[in-house]
């Protein structure tokens, strides 16, 4: 891969800060629509799980070939290390123009927004999330997960209270200040002078692709488990039983499920569990991959139509089943998943799996 033109200095025109594989991805996809030229700095807020540790080096090797600087920050190396992080950053943060983030529920991109004073500041897509954030910004909401909407705040949300205030204060258009939300998802309820650019995966399918199309299925995994969403046993009969009836031999596993569940999963399905080294949607274009991917509401099934435009590739989405969730499920959480499978445009709708 050829590098891009521009040669990002110390002082750049635009920093962005990423803290998963896929917010680098859209920082990329972002970058590449934009003019040619302007330096770009990535910083990467690294994680401490070893799995999107090794999917963020990755795709800071591609975004090293693109021509864009990459600054890796142990961000959560100890209880030394923000502060550490931050007072390296504020000389970049002040002399940055534009800020490109791909959290803007992050309270570290959110104490972050309140150093800079760039005049554009951009949020890439980081899934799901992004249509919950238009939608709060929109509202004038405080900014919150959907998945933890509607529990009570607990000592260290009002704790930080005032930075997320600031932050949402910042993330909202002014005089001499400007907000663009580059995007793949369904963005309804757009705020006031919000810009909003579509996210194709130009990059994706240029860089990389077509695949080799085999006859089988894959699915995908979901960390709903892992976030208290859905129960692990009603989530694992569910997985079975899409395998069995659509032919899947393997698990494209997310990120941050456990190990445990994962054993579990293959020993009882029989399903091969790949741990992508990449997000899926470069494992899609790259390939090999099936002729119907099997999702569940999630991310993915608005980008891999997209990701794999112009190949035989059926994405089909299977709906949360209500009794799947549990009590801790957030009072959203059904119909924010509905809403996912719903606006998701290009993909195939499948019968729900009942429960156990």
Same mark, same amino acid.
């Given at each position: 891969? /050829? ?5 990002? *200095? ?7 800060? %990423?803290?998963?594989? %896929? ?10 629509? +934009? ?8 910083? !990467?807020? /690294? ?7 090794? +999917? ?21 190396? *100890? ?17 940055? +123009? ?5 959290? &803007?529920?992050? @309270? ?57 205030? /600031? ?5 909202? &258009? ?8 580059? #995007?793949?998802?369904? %963005? ?5 002078? %919000? ?11 240029? @860089? ?30 569910? !997985? ?8 899947? /031999? ?10 445990? $569940? ?7 399905? *029989?399903?091969?569990? !790949? ?9 899609? @274009? ?7 991917? =099997? ?12 990701? =794999?435009? *112009? ?10 089943? &209500? ?6 499920? #957030?009072?959203?959480? +059904?119909?924010?998943? #509905? ?5 998701? $445009? ?11």
């Amino acid at each position: 891969m /050829s590098p891009r033109a521009g040669n990002p *200095g110390t002082t750049p025109h635009t920093l962005a800060f %990423v803290e998963s594989p %896929v917010q680098l991805l859209n920082v990329l996809e972002w970058a590449y629509a +934009q003019e040619p030229g302007a330096g770009l700095t990535l910083v !990467v807020l /690294s994680p401490t799980d070893p799995m999107t540790r090794g +999917q963020l080096r990755r795709m800071a090797e591609l975004a090293r070939d693109e021509g864009h600087e990459v600054r890796w920050e142990e961000a959560r190396g *100890g209880p030394t290390a923000p502060f550490r992080t931050i007072g390296g950053l504020v000389p970049l943060l002040r002399a940055a +123009q534009r800020v490109v983030m791909g959290d &803007p529920f992050s @309270r570290y991109v959110q104490l972050l927004l309140t150093i800079t004073r760039a005049a554009d500041l951009v949020v890439v897509d980081d899934g799901t999330a992004t249509m919950e954030f238009v939608g709060q910004l929109a509202r004038g909401e405080r900014l919150v997960r959907w998945h933890r909407k509607g529990s009570r705040p607990g000592p260290r949300d009002l704790l930080f209270a005032p930075v997320s205030s /600031s932050a949402r204060r910042r993330l909202t &258009p002014a005089a001499g200040r400007r907000v663009q939300v580059f #995007s793949s998802m369904p %963005v309804t309820d757009t705020p006031a002078d %919000v810009t909003v650019t579509p996210h194709t995966f130009a990059w994706t399918r240029d @860089r990389f692709g077509p695949p080799r199309v085999t006859k089988g299925a894959d699915l995908v995994g979901t960390s709903l488990v892992e976030t208290g969403v859905v129960d692990g046993d009603s989530y694992l009969h569910a !997985v079975g039983v899409l395998a069995r009836t659509h032919g899947a /031999s393997r698990y494209f596993a997310h990120r941050r499920e456990s190990a445990d $569940k994962l054993h579990r999963l293959a020993v009882e399905t *029989g399903l091969e569990v !790949v741990r992508p080294d990449l997000p899926l949607e470069l494992i899609a @274009r790259r390939g090999p991959i099936g002729r119907t991917v =099997l999702s569940f509401p999630s991310t993915v099934v608005h980008t891999l139509p997209l990701a =794999l435009a *112009g190949t035989d590739v059926r994405v089909a989405v299977c709906d949360i089943d &209500p009794t799947w969730l549990t009590a801790h499920a #957030s009072p959203r959480a +059904q119909g924010f998943l #509905s809403g996912v499978t719903g606006t998701a $445009k290009g993909v195939d709708r499948l019968a729900t799996v009942t429960a156990l």
